[in-house]
């Protein structure tokens, strides 16, 4: 069974941290891109952030540039996404997904922000930021 579980959600403070994880199971997320998703109450879902397979192109919307880092650890079959200087805003349950779309540019294959072009989706986890 194909499978992704989302952890290390919760409570933090503004300005505080969090390492979200995406575990894989029944599949191997190597040959996959890997996309962060965020969906607050009343709002579409966004990409938050997004990495390719071999090599690693990263992609972040603007509002977490400089705060976000995805990475991936294939040995795990995992990718985290470290959060740092967390705002109000960030606040939403945060989804991964996985997909083999890619975006083509000379050499190079970049992952996509856009959900409708995911497989594979956990099932989410809560991020709260207020003091």
């Known amino acids: 069974q194909l499978q992704l579980v989302e952890s290390g959600g919760g409570l933090v403070q503004p300005g505080g941290s969090l390492r979200l994880s995406c575990a894989a199971s029944?599949?191997?997320?190597?040959?996959?891109?890997i996309g962060w998703f965020r969906q607050a109450p009343g709002k579409e879902r966004e990409g938050v952030s997004c990495?390719?397979?071999?090599?690693?192109?990263?992609n972040y919307t603007n509002s977490v540039k400089g705060r976000f880092t995805i990475s991936r650890d294939n040995a795990k079959n995992t990718v985290y996404l470290q959060m740092n200087s967390l705002k109000p805003e960030d606040t939403a349950a945060y989804y991964c997904?996985?997909?083999?779309?890619?975006?083509?540019?000379?050499?190079?294959?970049?992952?996509?922000?856009?959900?409708?072009?995911?497989?594979?989706w956990g099932q989410g986890t809560q991020v709260t930021v207020s003091s």
């Open positions: 990495i390719s397979s071999m090599p690693n192109y990263t």
């Open positions: 029944g599949f191997t997320l190597t040959y996959y891109g």
């Open positions: 997904a996985a997909g083999t779309t890619f975006q083509v540019e000379g050499h190079k294959y970049l992952c996509v922000m856009t959900p409708s072009e995911y497989d594979y």
